[in-house]
């Protein structure tokens, strides 16, 4: 086996790795496509409906 003696990955590495120029355009076309895909989802659900408050006319016949 051989000794790996690499620091252990870190968020602040990871940030570091993403923002370095061919990285970054991919994060960026990543994000702005998450992004289109977030709203897009968002845009197509249906809003719940609500039910009448109106009360029900007074002169309505009993069944």
């Known amino acids: 086996m051989t000794e790996d003696n690499r620091p252990p990955r870190t968020f602040k590495g990871l940030l570091r790795w993403a923002t370095t120029p061919p990285q970054a355009w ?7 496509i998450l992004v289109w895909l977030v709203s897009f ?3 197509s659900l249906k809003p ?4 009448d408050t109106s009360p029900p006319a007074a002169t ?3 069944s």
């Open 26 to 32: 991919g994060v960026y076309l990543l994000a702005i």
């Open 41 to 43: 989802y968002a845009g």
């Open 48 to 51: 719940k409906k609500l039910p």
């Open 60 to 62: 309505a016949p009993k």
